[in-house]
T-cell receptor, first 112, second 114 residues
């Protein structure tokens, strides 16, 4: 069953602007990860945040996690045309041996 | 060197045929997965293997049979293909089960059943 839900489904911004994507999930998690998928390609891992962390940075990426609200956000600052892609959150559940469960993704278009 | 490679990249076949997709990872990971991505980009786990053993088999028709000859390979065989099987299939691997580390994905196999 689907665990994560990204919001918005699609986002279009100008180059240089910031892009914020949100993810909500339903059950307790061990960690939450964000992935990028360029058109016609596989998924690439961006960042992992553990359930005991609240914020994490990697370059122009900033991820927050609020376990009380079961939500996470991905912020891409100073966006570039090359950031155009689909972004997925994926959750790793607490319950034993379970694989990553992905949301439906946010389609980001950065216009030059 | 490609970390997770799957072949073929594109597969067009007729209904009722049997086809296989191969996947290999050179990362030394213990765990491999098959995901299916539908036309709406929704990614759904199909199978998980840990050290050549099937761990998870999500509600997948038994026409789909994974085979892991060793922990670096996880192939997917599909019998009696149906129109609804058309999708992009992704192989992935990770170094530790339960998603405690990142997953590495192959480039995907776009299967079209006509």
């Amino acid at each position: 069953s689907q665990q994560g839900e990204e919001d918005p489904q699609a986002l279009s911004i100008q180059e240089g602007e910031n892009a914020t994507m949100n993810c909500s999930y339903k059950t307790s998690i061990n960690n939450l990860q964000w992935y990028r998928q360029n058109s016609g390609r596989g998924l690439v891992h961006l960042i992992l945040i553990r359930s005991n962390e609240r914020e994490k940075h990697s370059g122009r990426l900033r991820v927050t996690l609020d376990t009380s609200k079961k939500s996470s956000s991905l912020l891409i600052t100073a966006s570039r045309a090359a950031d155009t892609a689909s972004y997925f959150c994926a959750t790793a559940l607490n319950s034993g041996n379970t694989p990553l469960v992905f949301g439906k993704g946010t389609r980001l278009s950065v216009i030059a | 060197d490609t970390a997770v490679s799957q072949t073929p990249k594109y597969l067009v076949t007729q209904m009722g045929n049997d086809k296989s997709i191969k996947c290999e990872q050179n990362l030394g990971h213990d765990t491999m997965y098959w995901y299916k991505q539908d036309s709406k980009k929704f990614l759904k786990i199909m199978f998980s293997y840990n050290n050549k053993e099937l761990i998870i088999n999500e509600t997948v028709p038994n026409r789909f049979s994974p085979k892991s000859p060793d922990k670096a390979h996880l192939n997917l065989h599909i019998n009696s293909l149906e129109l609804g099987d058309s999708a992009v299939y992704f192989c992935a691997s990770s170094g530790m089960f339960a998603g405690n580390t990142e997953a590495f994905f192959g480039q995907g196999t776009r299967l079209t059943v006509v």
